[in-house]
């Protein structure tokens, strides 16, 4: 039997770290190989929520579309909740399989390997457990979020140029005011490649003598974007920041950003 695989992590560094992705894998082709299909194709979502709709999805909607090219029998996934944590976009995906003459198979087991009324409700019970899931540990992140706000810590980990004391308090670390220049410029309306190219230009290298690659700059930019007001509000000019990025004016004249 021909099938395609069908792997999704829910973040992007999960995806480029490889993170998550092995096991999803080894337990895919294992599985296949021990019933003897042939996986005709596979497709990685990476920085996906399980939550999302099918149209957010484009590698789902692309293992669909190989799946109808190949004529396969079956969608395979590690585990229910890798396909979806919602149990309306789990049955909708399965609707569109059905009319494809395809089904959901799960190589852990949890009641997709038969199309009989007990072995859907099973699939069902666990699509709405996953879901359950999903809802109470948004539920609790927003809580801890809340609670350290209260606190006046933060929670996970800051965003490049800030270190994390043990308090839990984000402040200024090394490359602060690197990252404050790029933020900047971008504010600027300077595109991303032209940061990049400024930055290689000045030979200017986080403290680890790394250069800033273009992904770099655009995550930078990109993390940075709800506290950039209250961060760099002190920021009127470029000049402030440079070009003595390790002893910036701001930190000869004492003026650093409302934390």
């Known amino acids: 039997m021909d099938v395609v695989a069908y792997y999704r992590v829910s973040t992007q560094r999960q995806a480029d770290s490889g993170l998550g992705l092995e096991a999803q894998k080894s337990s895919v082709e294992e599985f296949c190989r021990a019933n003897g299909w042939n996986i005709v194709a596979s497709f990685v979502e990476g920085g ?8 957010d999805r484009p590698a ?3 293992a669909i579309s190989a799946l109808k090219t190949n004529s396969c029998s079956g969608l395979v996934v590690a585990k229910l909740d890798r396909l979806s944590r919602d149990l309306f976009v789990q049955l909708t995906i399965e609707r569109v399989l059905d009319r494809l003459d395809a089904r959901v198979i799960s190589s852990s087991g949890e009641g997709t390997d038969t199309d009989s009324p007990h072995s859907k409700l099973v699939k069902n ?4 457990v996953a879901e359950n899931e999903a809802a ?10 809340k609670a350290a706000k209260e606190r006046g810590t933060h929670v996970g980990r800051p965003p490049q140029g800030l270190i994390k004391t043990e308090e839990g308090k984000w402040i200024p ?4 005011w690197k990252v404050a220049r790029i933020v900047f410029l971008r504010r600027q309306g300077l595109p991303l490649r032209g940061i990049v190219a400024m930055m290689n230009k000045e030979e200017v290298v986080k403290h680890t003598g790394r250069t800033y690659s273009l992904r770099t700059v655009e995550n930078i930019c ?3 974007k709800k506290g950039t007001r209250r961060w760099f509000a002190g ?9 003595d990025l390790d002893n910036p ?4 004249e004492g003026v650093m950003p409302s934390i």
């Open 136 to 145: 109470m540990i948004s539920m609790r992140t927003k809580a801890a979020l």
């Open 48 to 55: 996906v929520s399980g939550k999302s709709n099918m149209q």
């Open 173 to 176: 670390g090394p490359d602060f």
């Open 60 to 62: 789902l909607m692309d």
């Open 125 to 128: 019970i666990l699509a709405a």
């Open 222 to 224: 990109n993390r940075w």
């Open 235 to 243: 920021i009127k000019d470029v000049s402030m920041i440079g070009p």
């Open 249 to 252: 004016p701001w930190m000869r």
